[in-house]
């Protein structure tokens, strides 16, 4: 839906550029905001510190498993020898420990309000600052209309390299201006 609503939008600029026969250079860049996010080191850095919480986070969830295991290979070898009462008990104890894991997968990966998706965004949210205004400061500079990400949801069918403005923006997050 993004990529026609764009792909609509730069026509109708053209469209409307070629009707006023005036000459209208549309100047457009793109970054590539994968490569973009895969050297910068404060990316790197918080994508490393949110893989080591989901690390810590699938061994908690492993553990309740483990657990949840053991307590139903205990009730079936059990069962046979437990009167009705125990069973239910033991049935109980299990649905709870299943309800337990359930409850803490979906606390820190469920979207949109998942500890995952938070945290994400806590450790994101600066270098995408970061990045935008690096973006917008070359863009400026450059004396460009737009900027795509050919690595986003638009889709660039073509892109003539002269306007990748991926390593300036890079190189002016390394050097921190």
Do not use: C
């Given at each position: 839906?993004?990529?026609?609503?764009?792909?609509?939008?730069?026509?109708?600029v053209?469209?409307?550029?070629?009707?006023?026969?005036?000459?209208?250079?549309?100047?457009?860049?793109?970054?590539?905001?994968?490569?973009?996010?895969?050297?910068?080191?404060?990316?790197?850095?918080?994508?490393s510190?949110l893989?080591?919480?989901?690390?810590k986070?699938?061994?908690?969830?492993?553990?309740?498993?483990?657990?949840?295991?053991?307590?139903?290979?205990?009730?079936?070898?059990?069962?046979?020898?437990?009167?009705?009462e125990?069973?239910?008990?033991?049935?109980q104890k299990?649905?709870?420990?299943?309800?337990?894991?359930?409850?803490?997968?979906?606390?820190?990966?469920?979207q949109?309000?998942?500890e995952?998706?938070?945290?994400?965004?806590?450790?994101?949210?600066?270098?995408?600052?970061?990045?935008?205004?690096?973006?917008?400061e070359?863009?400026?500079e450059?004396s460009?209309?737009?900027?795509?990400d050919?690595a986003g949801?638009?889709?660039v069918?073509?892109a003539?390299?002269q306007?990748d403005?991926?390593?300036?923006?890079?190189?002016?997050?390394?050097r921190?201006k």
């Amino acid at each position: 839906m993004k990529r026609s609503i764009i792909l609509l939008f730069f026509i109708f600029v053209v469209s409307v550029a070629a009707q006023t026969q005036q000459p209208f250079a549309l100047k457009v860049g793109y970054v590539d905001s994968e490569t973009i996010l895969e050297q910068f080191p404060e990316a790197i850095k918080a994508k490393s510190d949110l893989d080591g919480l989901v690390t810590k986070w699938r061994k908690e969830a492993d553990s309740i498993t483990t657990v949840l295991q053991n307590a139903y290979a205990d009730y079936q070898k059990q069962a046979s020898t437990m009167t009705p009462e125990k069973q239910k008990e033991s049935q109980q104890k299990i649905v709870a420990q299943e309800q337990q894991l359930q409850q803490y997968r979906e606390q820190k990966f469920a979207q949109p309000n998942g500890e995952y998706f938070i945290r994400q965004e806590q450790l994101m949210a600066p270098v995408k600052q970061k990045i935008f205004k690096a973006i917008d400061e070359i863009a400026k500079e450059e004396s460009m209309h737009y900027v795509l990400d050919k690595a986003g949801e638009v889709v660039v069918l073509y892109a003539d390299a002269q306007f990748d403005i991926t390593f300036k923006v890079l190189d002016r997050l390394k050097r921190g201006k």
